[in-house]
């Protein structure tokens, strides 16, 4: 027996209810299989992309955030740099610097006993440079002295000080007076080397290129 509009419109209220149920589970069963599940899954595989790219952005985030401290340390460290290197004569100026030590000493009133320069002793981007000096005269005159050449433009460290042979002179006390005088040269690069490590970092800083 075919069913028909007509006779499901005959049938007893309760056979109604049950077809209408029926109707009702067949269509829920459909969208389930054919749209809400393909969506849920598509939905869930949406909200792991989105996890995934949230983590990456906060480890982006946290990367420039490093990477903007790391420059302005780095960018302090250039200046700090800039600064020391600007104190550090090149080669041309020591016998210049050496010049003025020993001139101010005179002018403090002293009497140069030895002046002597010893090897240099190299760094990595600067040489030390030791002078030994030995000179007599009052001690007022030796403060006097070592003030002068720690005003100096370029650096000059005063150490192994030793005093001795204290006497009187003329109604005035003199000392003799050793030390070592240790200046620092900027070490200064050939110009083929600065070109050879300007082309490396201007290598390393270009876009690679597409095959």
């Known amino acids: 027996m075919a069913i028909t509009l007509s006779s499901i419109v005959k049938l007893p209220r309760s056979k109604k209810?049950?077809?209408?149920?029926?109707?009702?589970?067949v269509l829920s069963g459909l969208y389930g299989y054919l749209i809400y599940m393909p969506t849920s899954e598509e939905l869930d595989k949406k909200r792991t992309e989105m996890g995934k790219l949230e983590t990456q952005?906060?480890?982006l985030r946290t990367i420039a955030a490093n990477m903007r401290r790391f420059q302005a340390e780095a960018a302090k460290?250039?200046?700090?740099l800039a600064v020391a290197v600007a104190q550090l004569p090149t080669g041309k100026e020591i016998p210049a610097l050496?010049?003025?030590v020993s001139n101010l000493g005179k002018e403090a009133g002293l009497e140069f006993l030895l002046f002597r320069p010893t090897p240099e002793v190299g760094r990595e981007f600067y040489a030390e440079i030791p002078v030994e000096i030995k000179v007599k005269g009052p001690y007022n005159a030796v403060a006097v002295f070592f003030d002068k050449v720690g005003k100096l433009p370029r650096i000059v460290n005063i150490s192994s000080l030793s005093m001795e042979g204290?006497?009187?002179v003329s109604g005035r006390?003199?000392?003799s007076t050793s030390c070592t005088a240790t200046t620092f040269k900027f070490i200064e690069k050939p110009a083929a080397e600065i070109a050879k490590e300007k082309k490396s970092e201007e290598k390393k800083g270009a876009p690679p290129s597409k095959k």
Request: no cysteine; aromatic share 4%.
């Open 17 to 25: 209810i049950l077809i209408l149920v029926g109707v009702l589970a």
């Open 57 to 59: 952005l906060r480890e």
């Open 77 to 80: 460290l250039r200046e700090e």
């Open 98 to 100: 050496l010049a003025n």
């Open 166 to 168: 204290a006497r009187e």
């Open 173 to 175: 006390w003199e000392i």
